[in-house]
């Protein structure tokens, strides 16, 4: 006690600062080791409960292939083994080889009703019935018998303590066990919870070091604060010597408002006035001029700044032989602003910078040049020493937004151009980038494309082909062709799809997959969309003509014309004029319609509906929500992706996967088109998985209503 009384007032606070810190640090850090530890075993049970039911799908699938005879018995069997725990080895055992996130040393084992192991790791073939489990315990657990009693019971835990795979170690050990009735097989999927724990364990290691980190700057903290008191009192003397030789200096701002804090201030105010009047004007000149050549939000040099620097480098002419100006655009920055507000992507501009300015070096000058547009000037070896560069920072980049709490990642569109004798000034050499650049964004290529001078002439090119489509647009020089959707059961046409074809007269004819993209970047998707939508209403006659009353007319919409105030009442209006029954118009749409706008694309798909107008989900599978769209939006028809169809011959989880994709259709009484069936062997694997709906090259080409209507 006497000790206690006789410390500094510094001392004491470090003393009181740290017990304060170790309490609050062992209150928090202690709960969320158990909480973590807690939560983190919940989660590794639900992870094995939903590996063992993904396990019976796969068998259930395999059991289906070997009813339809497209695989024997015994090779359904080994190759479920193989899918489940890996491939068999030499020796017997099986290297642990599963998709399923089972942990680190997590397996699946498969046991026969009387306890016979048919696939495990280590294990296969052996009588394990009467096993009992490796705790040591004068009373014997056994476990396989639970495993199997609650397997038959409709699938339950069981716990016990067993051998780690490859190993003599013993761990605790949870298990859930699942009965498939089909070939009388009890699965169970396990892990270890030393597995589950790992996680905790980590929460726990870095309490520790926050518990460290904290005592020791609460005790650097608590030594600081009596400086703090002296420091100011020191600089006032020093500074009031200055005074007697006309030095007129402030002394540091501190942030207290007891006596010293006002000594401070006012001395500060005391000598304030005599220097404002100075200070003022060269605070302003400092702006202005950063203003000129910075950017605000980014904190990097502007335009300005690298066109004035670029520039002086070129007028000195040596040293700037192997230097290129690097052009980086932010891929869908629009998008991520929509979806994430301004502020995130203003976060993101902040953070791309703030990395930027740390990776400036003498031979690499960073640049902000547009909203979401950097440049670089760099000096480098060759192209491909620029491009291995450019492809690390991208890395880099994303890494380093990661870490700061960005889960986007962030894709860029790049382009250089080297100084040349040709590009001598930074107008030019920009101009040249900005064409790569603009070549990058159009092919969607995420790697950096160097100039070259056909680019420039490609440009051209499409600055002439954008008239010409226009033009093409306006007197109706645009054909439609149409493709059959066919009963792939009673041979039936029931529906036909209009495509679009364009056959210039000044040049080749041009496929969809380029004029397409030239309508949509000169922003006449929204007039072509119309002129095709009234163009194939007015073939529907010809079309009913050649098949019937019943046959459907499906014709592709764009996001641009589906978006505008008026397309429910356009679409219906051009229906009605025409006499025709809305219930024979499909309106395919992707899944990016939803992407952009739901509640506002959800509410327009009601109202068409309710007018009797069939809705179609086109490239079904090719996005990554299309099933969580199939909960919210109501749809007519949903046409599965070309890529889907490819595989089913050769590939066994092809035809599983279009099989469930056909199931979810019938689940939600949804007609399923399969699209671009090509052969009569795809015809039959389709038909016989239940879609009863085909089109492609198999039973037609798409044709023109001259040929493909005659009668």
């Known amino acids: 006690m006497r000790k206690f009384k006789d410390m500094t007032l510094k001392h004491r606070l470090s003393l009181y600062t740290a017990v304060l810190l170790l309490f609050s640090a062992l209150t928090v850090g202690v709960p969320s080791y158990l909480v973590a530890k807690i939560a983190l075993q919940n989660k590794g049970e639900i992870q094995l409960k939903n590996a063992a039911y993904s396990a019976l799908d796969i068998i259930s699938v395999l059991n289906d292939a070997v009813e339809n005879g497209d695989v024997s018995l ?23 080889d599963t998709d399923m996130d089972l942990g680190v040393h997590g397996y699946y084992s498969v046991f026969s009703l009387d306890g016979h192991l048919l696939f495990h790791p280590t294990l296969e073939g052996e009588d394990v019935f009467s096993a009992p489990d490796q705790s040591g315990k004068s009373m014997p657990f056994y476990f396989v018998q639970d495993l199997i009693e609650k397997a038959q019971s409709g699938g339950g835990y069981t716990y016990y303590d067993w051998l780690y795979p490859y190993s003599d170690a013993v761990g605790e050990k949870v298990v859930y066990s699942v009965y498939d009735p089909n070939w009388k097989w009890v699965i169970s999927v396990g892990s270890y919870t030393s597995d589950f724990d790992r996680d905790a364990f980590v929460i726990m290691e870095i309490a520790g070091v926050s518990i460290l980190v904290s005592l020791l700057l609460g005790l650097l903290f608590s030594a600081r604060y009596m400086e703090s008191i002296v420091s100011p009192l020191t600089g006032l003397e020093r500074a009031m010597k200055l005074i007697e030789s006309g030095d007129y200096e402030q002394v540091p701002e501190i942030e207290r408002k007891d006596e010293i804090g006002n000594l401070v201030r006012g001395y500060n ?35 300005n700044f690298l066109r004035e620097y670029i520039t002086d480098r070129v007028a000195q002419e040596s040293g700037v032989s192997d230097y290129h100006l690097v052009l980086m655009d932010i891929k869908d920055f629009k998008s991520v602003n929509a979806l994430y507000g ?62 700061h709490g960005f889960s986007q990642t962030v894709d860029f569109f790049t382009s250089c151009c080297e100084f040349s004798e040709n590009s001598r000034t930074f107008d030019m050499l920009y101009q040249k980038a900005s064409i790569a650049l603009q070549v990058a964004k159009e092919s969607h290529y995420l790697h950096t494309i160097a100039y070259e001078d056909d680019m420039y002439y490609a440009i051209e090119r499409e600055t002439r082909m954008r008239g010409l489509v226009e033009t093409a647009i306006r007197k109706d020089e645009f054909l439609l062709y149409y493709q059959n959707k066919v009963n792939a059961h009673t041979e039936e046409v029931v529906g036909v799809e209009a495509l679009a074809r364009w056959f210039p007269a000044e040049i ?54 589906f978006n505008s105030d008026n397309f429910v009442e356009f679409v219906t209006a051009n229906i009605a004029q025409r006499g025709i029954d809305p219930s024979k118009i499909y309106l395919e749409i992707t899944e990016d319609f939803l992407v952009s706008d739901f509640d506002r694309i959800a509410t327009k798909i009601k109202m068409l509906r309710a007018e009797g107008v069939r809705i179609a989900l086109d490239d079904f599978g090719t996005g990554y929500s299309s099933l969580n769209y199939l909960t919210s939006v109501q749809f007519d028809e949903i046409k599965v992706d070309k890529r889907f169809i490819d595989g089913i011959l050769g590939d066994f989880r092809a035809r599983a996967l279009l099989k469930s994709i056909v199931d979810i259709g019938r689940a939600f009484d949804y007609m399923i088109v399969a699209e671009g069936v090509e052969t009569e062997e795809q015809v039959e694997v389709v038909r016989r998985i239940g879609c009863s709906l085909i089109q492609g090259y198999a039973y037609s080409k798409p044709e023109p209503i001259e040929s493909a209507f005659q009668l």
């Open 342 to 403: 301004n502020t995130y992507g203003d976060g993101i501009i902040e953070q791309i910078g703030e990395i930027m300015r740390l990776m400036k070096r003498e031979d690499k000058i960073f640049a902000r040049v547009s909203g979401n547009e950097f440049a670089i000037w760099m000096k480098s070896s060759s192209q491909e020493a620029v491009f291995e560069e450019i492809h690390n920072l991208k890395v880099q980049l994303n890494e380093k937004l990661s870490y």
């Open 74 to 96: 015994n090779e359904a069997q080994d190759r479920a083994g193989k899918m489940l725990i890996g491939e068999k080895q030499s020796d017997g055992t099986r290297t642990i």
């Open 269 to 303: 105010n005391m000598v304030h006035t005599l220097k404002k009047a100075n200070e003022d004007v060269a605070a302003r000149d400092r702006r202005i001029s950063y203003y000129a050549y910075n950017d605000m939000l980014s904190g990097l040099p502007n335009r």
């Open 508 to 561: 080749d004819a041009i496929g969809p997959s380029e004029f397409i993209p030239l309508i949509v970047r000169a922003g006449l998707m929204s007039r072509f969309s119309s002129y095709v939508i009234q163009k194939a209403l007015d073939d529907y006659p010809l079309i009913v003509k050649k098949f019937g009353p019943h046959v459907t007319l499906s014709i592709n919409i764009s996001p641009s014309i």
